[in-house]
């Protein structure tokens, strides 16, 4: 085992699902290439849709409606009645014959001269129904091996930089925090600069390899797994440095390693008195941060990662070319925000090597506790303190069960013991003097009485906050000492807020049916919770599974989603065309087609497979 990785070796976990995870790898045929062109297949609905009109726009109206029309014929696939929960489609299809290629677009997807179906008419006008190409060809074993000996022999001045020792593969195929499909990659590469992933993904390219980025390893939902094909991990966990801080203008630029509890404690260290707002796990990594789209218990306050946090990235395409998505302004009108097309992207469009991060004054807060009878009473506590505007940094919702492991987990000795065993409010107020936090504390706490919240304690200093703020975040292993020998399954879904008290009180009637020991942890200014199900044996697992599963499709009937912030992965695929509907996916698969036709980047992630078809652990 090499020294990088000696932290993460797993002991292989029982049950039927790590026998099903075994490496397997297409054999035999020799490598088909394929490349879609949804831009000349959208140019061809344009030109339809053009063609069949009697005559030329010729007013802005015109214009308009002819723009419409064309988006309503939909995408490169074609389009789907945009709707969550179905797939049915509406409309004529019409055949529309592809354009001769240019020898750059000479490979396309199998099936693509196919003519698509025929749907039925309506009013609206014409569709293309969708077509889903084959899956993606990758490499032989033989091909694999080439490609890792010509890694050996691009990186053979650094001897730690190509790893196949079985540890290693194992260690980066498998997440310690999930119970996902993986398996162990064929390589694992580390690089340490843009030039180093550029080499990786040309091998990549031309071997036909999967290539399935790292960074944390701190995922929830099978994002860095192991593909079934094999594969090369490249493990950017040593690019971590930061490489300037703009004081003056706000932002850092750093690598994709590089940890946000270190940027924010090297800004500590420098007296710069600004940090970093994001808050996922403290683990996790900017890289990892931007890909899964995070956010954590500021984002009442300060949003997610999906709002202007990241000013730009420096991606590696699976082409092997280099991009920048824009200037380190921290405004620009200039065409699209192509660094939000990679936020959330989840590794599948490009890998980040490089990232400007915009930073916010660190203001003085402090911490306060409160219990309620119910969750629909803290809830709508949490409402109108926040609609009131008082200055809330964080608001976090924990369950009377929660409160109970808390006790078996907090010294006797601490002035705090014993906390009430009820539904409580954790909440960090914020503001510019300390004198402001204490009158925020006091408007709040009438609140909270208004709703019927009870012992209402405030931080008496600084000490005392960190104290009680930790409670919260200690969250995991307050939830694992309900059980003793018991693991954890950990999940988050996200509804509107007023539909979070329900959400809360029906999971929590389904896990007292199953017999599962939980606890629940939320966000409740943005109506996201975690669910910690606790499980000792196997069969527990496979029930704790189903109740995650039911959970899901609870939130996106609450006009909600499957993940509020720990990505979709491989856990949450399959739930995406009932919370996106057919036309979103459709077109994410277009865009992804576009940027990488082989398929190759983080396969069997994101990305779901129609309904019915097989999800988990299978697909592109």
């Known amino acids: 085992m090499t020294f990088r ?135 032989t074993p033989e091909d694999f091996d080439c490609a890792i000996a010509e890694l050996r022999e691009e990186f053979k001045d650094s001897e730690q930089s190509v790893s196949t020792d079985p540890d290693d593969l194992l260690a980066c195929g498998f997440s310690p925090y999930d119970y996902h499909p993986g398996a162990p990659h064929s390589v694992v590469v580390y690089p340490q600069t843009t030039e180093d992933v550029v080499k990786i993904v040309k091998i990549a390219n031309k071997y036909r390899m999967p290539v399935i980025p790292l960074s944390g390893h701190t995922s929830l939902e099978g994002h860095t797994s192991g593909s079934v094909h094999g594969g090369i991990c490249v493990d950017i966990s040593g690019m971590d440095r930061i490489l300037q801080i703009h004081a003056a203008d706000a932002d850092i630029v750093c690598q994709p390693g590089a940890l946000w509890m270190d940027i924010n404690s090297k800004l500590e260290e420098m007296n710069i008195p600004l940090f970093f707002p994001l808050d996922p796990a403290p683990s996790a990594t900017v890289g990892g941060m931007l890909s899964t789209g995070c956010s954590g218990t500021n984002a009442v306050r300060y949003g997610t990662a999906k709002g202007e946090w990241f000013l730009n990235a420096t991606i590696v395409l699976p082409s092997g ?209 975690h669910a910690l199900l606790l499980f000792t044996n196997d069969e527990e697992l496979e029930i704790a599974r189903q109740a995650v599963h039911r959970m899901n499709e609870r939130a996106i009937g609450l006009e909600g989603t499957c993940t509020g912030e720990h990505g979709v992965g491989i856990g949450k695929r399959k739930y995406l065309y009932q919370e996106l509907g057919a036309g979103t996916i459709e077109l994410m698969k277009t865009i992804k087609s576009a940027i990488d036709p082989h398929w190759l980047f983080n396969p069997g992630k994101l990305y779901p497979d129609p309904p019915g078809e097989a999800q988990e652990g299978q697909g592109r």
């Open 5 to 139: 990785n000696a932290a993460l070796r797993l002991v292989p976990r029982s049950g039927p699902s790590l026998r099903a995870n075994a490496l397997r790898r297409p054999t035999g045929a020799h490598l088909r290439s394929r490349a879609f062109q949804p831009l000349s297949a959208l140019t061809r609905l344009i030109s339809t849709s053009s063609a069949a009109s009697p005559s030329p726009p010729s007013s802005w109206a015109g214009l308009v409606a002819a723009a419409l029309g064309t988006g309503l014929l939909g995408y490169a696939y074609g389009s789907h009645t945009n709707t969550p929960q179905t797939t049915s489609t509406t409309g004529t299809a019409h055949h529309l014959p592809l354009p001769s290629l240019t020898d750059a677009q000479q490979h396309h997807v199998p099936g693509a001269n196919a003519s698509p179906k025929a749907d039925s008419a309506d009013s609206v006008g014409t569709v293309v129904a969708p077509r889903h190409p084959a899956p993606p060809t990758y490499g």
């Open 321 to 529: 070319e280099v991009i920048k998505t824009r200037q380190r302004s921290r405004k620009s009108s200039a065409g699209f925000d192509l660094t939000k097309l990679f936020i959330g992207a989840e590794g599948t469009l490009g890998i980040v090597t490089e990232v400007t991060i915009r930073l916010t004054p660190l203001l003085p807060t402090t911490v306060a506790m409160v219990h309620f009878p119910n969750v629909q009473k803290a809830t709508e506590a949490s409402i109108e303190a926040l609609n009131i505007g008082a200055g809330i940094q964080c608001i976090e919702l924990v369950d009377s069960v929660f409160m109970h492991g808390t006790n078996l987990v907090t010294s006797p000795t601490s002035p705090l013991y014993p906390f009430p065993e009820q539904d409580s409010l954790f909440i960090k107020f914020q503001g510019p003097t300390p004198s402001s936090l204490q009158e925020t504390a006091r408007l709040v706490e009438a609140v909270a009485a208004k709703h019927g919240g009870q012992g209402f304690v405030l931080a008496k200093d600084e000490k005392a906050a960190k104290e009680l703020w930790g409670l919260r975040k200690n969250a995991l292993f307050s939830g694992l000492a309900l059980v003793e020998g018991s693991r954890g399954w950990s999940t988050d879904v996200c509804v509107p807020v007023s539909n979070l008290p329900r959400l809360v009180q029906e999971t929590k009637e389904d896990l007292a049916t199953i017999g599962l020991t939980s606890t629940i942890v939320g966000h409740v200014g943005d109506g996201n919770f």
